[in-house]
């Protein structure tokens, strides 16, 4: 079982302030709530593909009972209940709310259901995490905001970076300012697949296929920009109030509604900028997100960092190689003018000493089982959550609209740079 | 096989030679740090380097006397 001790360890920030200033909601593992013998009670509402990987994660949990699943689509339901084969099955969510033996649910159903199920959740005193993004609707995020505001519940979202060690050390070592201030932030994702997936019958393709139409879903903006924008957020500890987009659908256009081809750029109010592209039809360049400061360039899915300055060889080697240089290699009739400034061949340092087992998705889980069963929400993650949604539906909003989008004052709350207006 | 006898004079020998491209490989070392304005400290992190750089100048001294002692041979073969 992960404690907080044994977290701090892996990622290798020390016990201290410094952890806390980065990433507050760290304090989910403090060790003075002595949690070790509780248990919780939870219901998975949506046993789809990334439910049953979210219940693969928490049955191995001995904080966690999965007491309920529920699931609209017979096949999926089935698969949770293979998972856990003691839980209850439901097929409509209210019925798990009305189980008073819930204390808490996990929300991995498609986005367009996540704001009616959590809402309700609130209001019947149930604790909430949310797979993201929150809602395909800037109005309905917050609604769901304001509800887990007034609830006094513990609200979690499906943001696994803030809890992955390579993100929480990078962070940390980028905000002592030792790199330099941040100068720009650029992310990309590039996948080759179609999203499609066999449907049995065609009445079952929208609700399978959800991802493809732009009804319930906005593409790659909710599927993938949602998880990176936030770590360009965290790491600037500011919100850009402007975006503008462009999206396309080029090699896709035969199957879905939705940009299979879309590239934002985020405006911070100091000036940086956060590029966001992402593609489905070519994976050569993966996915990463790259911040570049004065002093150093860090490349987080890689895990590593690289000093804009690399110390030279040794005097030795230049000598070798000089002397090598000047025997062997042709005298040039003409020296080129100019030499290509390519990306440098720093090979680069590692992040952290080694590489993490996951993703961040298992200590995610392990935080919001620890918030249920003290009760206690940990600081900033809720507002971190809210702005990583709203962050990628501006820029969804900022390309159908094909103009400079200014972030709406109605959709503010008190976080960072932004204040929630009257 | 025949027995071969290293004298201690001929082991004498290939001491001074191997300490001489020591000697020289050190001399390339400081002249790198002089040139090259690196740091000091590479006089004893580089060493292995040196160490290298100093064998393979015994290698090719080895090889360049084998060679000047056959070439001496052959003229002397000739000669006769």
Redesign the interface.
Known sequence: MLDRRSFIKEVGLGIGAGILATAPWLDVFSEKNHTNTLRCKIAVIGTGSRGQFLMSLLVNNPKVEIIAVCDDYPLNLKKGLELVPGARAYTDYRKVLDNKDVEAVVIATPPIYHAGITIDAFAVGKHVFSEKALSIYMDEVLQMYNAYKNSGKVFFVGQQRYFDSRYLKAISNLQTGNYGAIQSIRIHWDRNTDWRRPVPSPELERKINWRLYKATSRGLMTELACHQLQVGMWAMKSIPNKVMGVGSLIARAHEREVYDNVSCIYSFDNGVKMTYNSTNSNKFYGLEEQILCEKATFELEKGKYYYETIP?A???????HDMEDKTFNTIPIAGSSWIPETAGQNKGEYILDQKPDGDGTKELLEAFAEAVITQKQPRNFAEESYYGTQLCLLGHQAMEEERVVVFPDKYKINYLNHTKSV | MRETIITGKRKKQEILVLAICLGIACILNILSILIYKTDYKELYSELPTVFIIALILYLLSVGIRAGIYIIHLLILRIKK
């Open positions: 030279p040794p005097g030795i080697m230049q000598l070798l």
